[in-house]
Structures are given as structure tokens and as C-alpha cells.
């Protein structure tokens, strides 16, 4: 099949014309025993980029062309010049690059082969002795000699499962200096060493091909230093760019995801019976917010809300309100009871618990009554729900969340048994000191002993395991459940361990038919400003209303302060912006943070009117209506109306870098979907209000040299102030037109 050793060195350069799939991919291969060992690779960036020029014959080249020829839709022709692009499409477009240039399977025959070859002796230092002798280095094991038929069968192999080049290949970053450019493409820079050419040369070899894809919307690429590849926008498409955003007002042009994936969102799941506290805010917020960014993206979301309404503690409640509230074991009185304050009702049933004997035996008789269908303690477990149900909902209504959708540990409770039948089918299920357990590869307890995953109890009992798994398999597997592409478990990091072991164990049960990518999007803790654990003076855990109406008092003591008559009552618009201005606070501060860092909760840092704030945006907002109000002649009392669309003139580096800004909204919302992280979005809101204060520094709007330059800086203004709408909107909070 080779025509001679020389198959082996050397860059690969395929024809301009052939085209190839997105995705990059090699294997790891070894030799042991005279046996060849192929491990696949994720992708080509595991091989170090290494590339071959080929002499293989013209037959077998013509084959290898045809297995990789497939057609990809990343030219200009494509593209809606409606809608903005960024950086997901430069990716594309140089993975489209890389696999027209250079043959993805020779690069993962280089790169198997590469890794066959010796590694270089270190000289080792002789080392002396106390009296001076020399002590003789330690002889190396001779590496074990491949024939070329070995060789050979692993360059085969390699090539065979290599995969075409995909977007992580492209090494393609938002640049990281202004005077840079807007992205930066160091592919070259990988890729010079191992297809034989200098950097500068491999970076020639990528622009022109890229050239013609990207020429009406990128300056030519710029090759700087020894081979970075440095990529503009062009003025003529920033200013086209925002005239789409200004005339589209509910999307600002971003566009749809490429392709639409069904998506459970996991979070809020508070617990029956007891009280919202400030651990459940991050999750219900962080939850909520990445269900919004996913479905502005155009994907499905199904946002789940996971309440702990199952368990061992609901045989103590309904034994205790069988002796306390009795009607509510009625099914024909159980409305008319007031069950009071339930977080009085569950410490009063955990205290009787605790101290009385015979009750703790009732009750766990009544665990068995409720899991068996006992017709009075469901009417009960009803109740609670019910009640609790009632009460969380006031927080979701002052939290703005909508569309969460009840899916408790109860609803998977029927389709538990088949968990373990399944897993003890597979053999992946055993018997472990009288419970039933899933011990998994590389999980131990800190004594070295495997960790067992325990999926049902010594007395026949099911764990969070069991129901999890049952929840993957409705959410994944059945075909009258959500058979999702992607799940997200938004909760503490604490529980990391816990959804690692799940989902490795739902893999290898094979509950994961299609594919489906189970997702932990951990969150850390709030913490109190001295650091330590958030709690109110006595110690007690904070309540999650207490927390909000707290923020709303001091807001409105802020905007009283500000107000000729301080004791007066405040009128009712004015008490809806103190509402929007308090829940916003306490939402942005914990947005704004990465949600895997622990953060300390301040009402002073989160309401000032400084730095990365609600109170900040919402300011910048309101400061952008009324510049608007003032250019075109509305008075403060008008409702608010936005210039029509204009033709955007860049006259000043001002509006040239606030749109640069703009333009990179696709961007920001692509990151979050991919990675998952809602501070991105703060962040950029943010850096786009301080580009907008410079812009409005250095460009009169009302005093513009000529009318057609007023209407284009008021388009600039209208989608600014569009931005910070679409973008608090997302995080979940509303703007105000006056603060």
C-alpha cells in the first residue's frame, strides 16, 4: 500500500475542492506482547496535531478522499446577512479550512506513528558518594522494537478511526487585545512543527483558504508575530450588523441555534414540609436563567422542578397530623384544614420523633402505610404537598419564575423496582452487607475500599440513587418520557460525587440510548460577609422570604431618602420599580458571581449604585431612555418610544468599539449555552455599559454634526438600551424606563 517510508514525513496538503465533516479524531495505539491496542481519541488535539505528506498510491488516496468527502454549509453564500455571526462561525469556517488543506487521516496515522518512535536519553549526572565515588545511573529498560508490519497495522488502524477536523482543532479565542483584532486563530502555531513548514508558512496555507469564506465580513487576515492569525470585522459589516439588531427588536438579530436539542433543566427542588432557604435562591436562579438562554437559542426546555416529596419523614408528618389535624386525613375535610406555619409543624413532628417511643414506631409503620397506597396517609402526604406548594409559590411569583414544572422523587416512585431488577439483571447490582449496591471503577472510600453506590436500603428502602437513575431513564430512555439530548442537574457542588457515580452508572446500564448528555452544573455556597455559613443571628438558616423582603426594605428606604417627603407613602409605580430594584439585586449579585465560587452576600455591596450591579444596569437603562426622550423631543411623563431604525455612520473609535462590543452578543449567549456559566452574561452587560458611557462621552447625540449622524447615534442608543433589556430579561429581571 506504501510506496515508500518517506509516507511518513512531511506536510499533508489536500485539494481546495475536497470537502470534509467538522469533528477531529486519532487514536492512541500501543504495542504489547506482539498485540496492537487502538484507542480512539476525542479528537486530533490529542495527537499534538501531527501531519504527514503522503506518497501513498493515487488509488488509495482517491479512497481516502471519497471516505471523507462530505459537504460542509460554511461558505458566505449561506449566510443570512440579517443576522449576526461571531465566533462559532469563524470555527466552523477554519475547521472547513484545515480539512480542505490537510487529510484528517494521514494526520492520525502521523501522529500513531509519532508516538512510536524513541524518545531521546536524558544524559543522567553521575551522582558520588560521601568518600567521592561515583555511583553508577540506573540502567533504562530497552523499549520494545515494532516490525513494520506492526507499524504499518497501526498507522492503518489510526487512520481508520481518525474523524475529520472539528471546531476544538481551530484553536480560535476572542482576542485578547483591541489592536489584535476581534478573534485570534494559533492553529498554525500547533500545527507548524508536524506538517514540516514554518509557522508563518502554515498560517499562509490557512488564510488562503479561508479568504474566500469569510471576505465580505472579515478585513484581510493578518499573520502576525510567527504564525498568529489575527481577524477583523470590516466597518461595512459592523454597520450593517447593527442596523439588523436596531430593526430587530425582539431578537437583535442574534440567530437561532443550528440545530434544536430537547433540554431538561433540573433545579429550585425544595423539599416539603420545609421552608425555602438561601441555598435553594442559586439554584431556582441559576436554574432559571440557563432555561431562558437555552430557550432564546431555539431549543426545547422542559424546566423540571425535583421537590423532595418522598420518604422516610412523611410516615413521621402524617402520623403526627393524624393526632394534630385529623380532617386532614379526609379526603372530604382535607381542603378546609390550615396546617399554620409548616416548618413549626415539621420541627414539632421531628421533636416527638426524637423523645417519644412509641410515636417513632408509628411512624415508621406509617412510611410502609404511605409507600403501600394507605388510602388516609396519601390524603395526608396530599395535604403537605399541597400546603407547601402554596407557600413556595409565593417566592417563584416574587422571583418572576414561570413555567417550572412539579416532577417530585414520588412521581418516579413506580418505576424504582425495575431499577434493581434491571441493575441486578446486568449484574451491576449486588448484595453488600444486606443492602443492594452498584460499585463503579475508580470510586473509594479513603481507607482504599471500593464505595458503594447503594441503591436499595437493608430493610428494602430506596436511596436518591435509585430514584435518580429511575428519573434518567423517564428523562433519557422511555418513549413516553422527555427522551431529551442533554439533561442539566443544577445543584450545590457538594453533591458532585453523588450525580458522578449516577451517571456512570446510568451509562453502563445503558439508560442512555441516544446519547443523552447528563450535565452537573454545580453552584457553590452563599456565605455570610464574615465568610462563614449565611444564618441569621441565632444561627438559624435564612429564610428565603425573609432574605427578599429584606433587599425590598432597604431599596425602598434608598428611593425614600432621595424623595422630598421621606415619610410619605410611596406611589404604586414607584413601589413597583423599589420591587424590581430589590429582587434584582439579590438576583444579579448571585448571577454575577461564577457559580461555582462560594460568595459572600452583602445588601450594601449589591445595591450600590456602583461597580457590577443591578442597581448599576438598571441605572444605565433608564439613563439610555432618557437621553433617547430628550433627542426627539418626548417629555419625562411620555411612555417610552424608540427612534426608527437609521443608516449607522462611524465617525468616532468611540462607536466603533461600543459596536464591536454589540456585535459580540451571539457570542456571549453561545458561550453560556455551551459552558453554562450566567456571570458571562453580567460581564458583558457590564463591559457593554462602559463602552456605551465613553461612546456617549465622546458623541453628542443632541448636538450631532448633521441629522443623519444624530439618527445613527440614536440607533446606537436604542441598541444599547435593547441589549441590556434582552440580556436582564435572560437573567430574569425586569428594566425600568426611571430610577
Request: proline share 4%.
Amino acid at each position: 500500500m506504501f510506496q515508500s517510508a518517506k509516507a511518513f514525513i512531511g506536510p499533508t496538503l489536500r485539494h481546495p475542492s475536497r470537502r470534509a465533516t467538522r469533528s477531529a479524531g486519532a487514536a492512541a495505539v500501543h504495542a504489547s506482547n506482539g498485540k496492537i491496542h487502538l484507542t480512539p481519541f476525542r479528537s486530533i488535539s490529542q495527537t499534538n496535531h501531527l501531519f504527514v505528506k503522503s506518497t501513498l498510491s493515487p488509488s488509495f488516496r482517491q479512497n481516502i478522499n471519497i471516505a471523507t468527502k462530505v459537504y460542509m454549509s460554511t461558505s458566505t453564500e449561506m449566510i443570512d446577512t440579517n443576522k449576526l455571526v461571531g465566533i462559532d462561525w469563524i470555527k466552523e469556517s477554519i475547521a472547513k479550512v484545515l480539512n480542505d488543506t490537510f487529510d484528517p487521516k494521514e494526520v492520525a496515522r502521523t501522529a500513531a506513528l509519532a508516538k512510536l518512535e524513541p524518545k531521546k536519553k536524558k544524559k543522567s549526572k553521575k551522582k558520588k558518594t560521601s568518600e567521592g565515588d561515583a555511583i553508577p545511573a540506573p540502567v533504562e529498560e530497552e523499549p520494545q522494537l515494532l516490525t513494520q508490519e506492526q507499524k504499518d497495522e497501526i498507522g492503518n488502524a489510526a487512520a481508520e478511526a481518525a474523524k475529520p477536523f472539528g471546531v476544538e482543532e481551530t484553536m480560535v479565542t476572542p482576542a485578547t487585545r483591541l489592536e489584535f483584532g476581534d478573534y485570534q486563530c494559533n492553529a498554525a502555531m500547533g500545527l507548524s512543527k508536524n506538517v514540516g513548514m514554518a509557522p508563518r508558512d502554515c498560517a499562509i496555507k490557512i488564510v488562503e483558504g479561508l479568504r474566500p469564506l469569510i471576505g465580505d465580513i472579515m478585513k484581510e487576515p493578518e499573520i502576525a508575530g510567527p504564525g498568529f492569525i489575527n481577524l477583523r470585522f470590516k466597518k461595512e459589516y459592523l454597520e450593517r450588523s447593527v442596523e439588523s439588531m436596531a430593526k430587530d427588536t425582539e431578537r437583535l438579530a442574534v440567530p437561532l441555534a443550528g440545530k434544536k436539542q430537547k433540554i431538561v433543566v433540573d433545579f429550585s427542588s425544595p423539599n416539603i414540609a420545609k421552608e425555602m432557604h438561601v441555598g435553594h435562591l442559586r439554584s431556582t436562579i441559576i436554574g432559571d436563567t440557563l432555561s431562558n438562554v437555552l430557550e432564546f437559542s431555539g431549543h426545547e426546555v422542559v424546566r423540571l422542578n425535583h421537590i423532595g416529596d418522598w420518604g422516610t419523614q412523611f410516615g413521621m408528618l402524617v402520623e403526627h397530623l393524624r393526632d394534630e389535624f385529623p380532617a386532614a386525613l379526609s379526603k372530604e375535610t382535607s381542603q378546609n384544614v390550615d396546617l399554620g406555619d409548616l416548618v413549626t409543624l415539621y420541627k414539632a413532628a421531628k421533636q416527638r420523633f426524637d423523645k417519644d417511643d412509641d410515636f417513632k414506631v408509628r411512624s415508621r409503620e406509617g412510611v410502609v402505610k404511605l409507600q403501600a397506597g394507605d388510602a388516609e396517609a396519601l390524603v395526608a402526604w396530599e395535604s403537605l404537598c399541597e400546603a407547601s406548594r402554596f407557600e413556595y409559590q409565593k417566592i417563584y411569583d416574587a422571583l418572576d419564575i414561570k413555567g417550572l414544572e412539579e416532577r417530585g422523587e414520588s412521581f418516579y416512585n413506580p418505576f424504582l423496582k425495575g431499577v434493581i431488577d434491571d441493575l441486578e439483571e446486568q449484574g451491576l447490582a449486588v448484595e453488600s452487607d444486606g443492602a443492594t449496591a452498584v460499585f463503579l471503577e475508580g470510586y473509594t472510600n479513603r481507607d482504599g475500599s471500593p464505595l458503594p453506590m447503594l441503591v436499595r436500603k437493608s430493610d428494602g428502602g430506596f436511596n436518591y440513587a435509585t430514584t435518580d437513575l429511575a428519573a434518567i431513564r423517564h428523562r433519557a430512555e422511555f418513549a413516553d418520557g422527555e427522551m431529551a439530548d442533554r439533561v442539566l442537574y443544577v445543584t450545590d457542588a457538594g453533591q458532585a460525587q453523588h450525580f458522578d457515580m449516577v451517571f456512570e452508572a446510568a451509562k453502563k446500564a445503558g439508560y442512555l440510548p441516544n446519547g443523552t448528555s447528563l450535565e452537573h452544573t454545580p453552584f457553590g455556597l452563599v456565605q455570610g460577609e464574615d465568610g462563614k455559613k449565611f444564618a441569621t443571628r441565632s444561627g438559624d438558616t435564612v429564610k428565603l422570604k425573609d432574605l427578599l423582603d429584606e433587599a425590598i426594605r432597604i431599596a425602598g428606604e434608598d428611593v425614600r431618602s432621595r424623595r422630598d417627603d421621606p415619610e410619605a407613602e410611596l406611589p404604586d409605580d414607584v413601589k413597583e420599580v423599589v420591587n424590581t430594584v430589590g429582587i434584582g439585586a439579590v438576583k444579579y449579585a448571585d448571577l454575577s458571581m461564577n457559580r461555582e465560587s462560594n460568595y459572600k452576600f452583602s445588601y450594601e455591596r449589591m445595591l450600590n449604585l456602583n461597580g457590577n450591579t443591578a442597581p448599576y444596569m438598571l441605572y444605565a437603562y433608564a439613563r439610555i431612555c432618557g437621553i433617547v426622550r430628550k433627542a426627539t423631543g418626548h417629555a419625562d411623563g411620555d411612555s417610552m418610544k424608540w427612534s426608527e431604525p437609521a443608516k449607522i455612520i462611524i465617525t468616532d473609535d468611540a462607536e466603533l468599539q461600543l459596536i464591536r462590543s454589540l456585535v459580540k452578543l451571539p457570542d456571549v449567549l453561545s458561550e453560556v449555552e455551551n459552558e453554562l456559566y450566567p456571570n458571562r452574561l453580567c460581564d458583558y452587560l457590564f463591559e457593554t455599559s462602559q463602552m456605551f458611557n465613553k461612546f456617549y462621552e465622546a458623541c453628542s447625540v443632541n448636538n450631532a454634526e448633521t441629522e443623519e449622524i444624530k439618527a445613527s447615534r440614536l440607533s446606537l442608543c436604542t441598541v444599547t438600551a435593547g441589549t441590556i433589556r434582552l440580556l436582564m430579561g435572560l437573567l430574569g429581571i425586569k428594566v425600568v424606563e426611571r430610577l
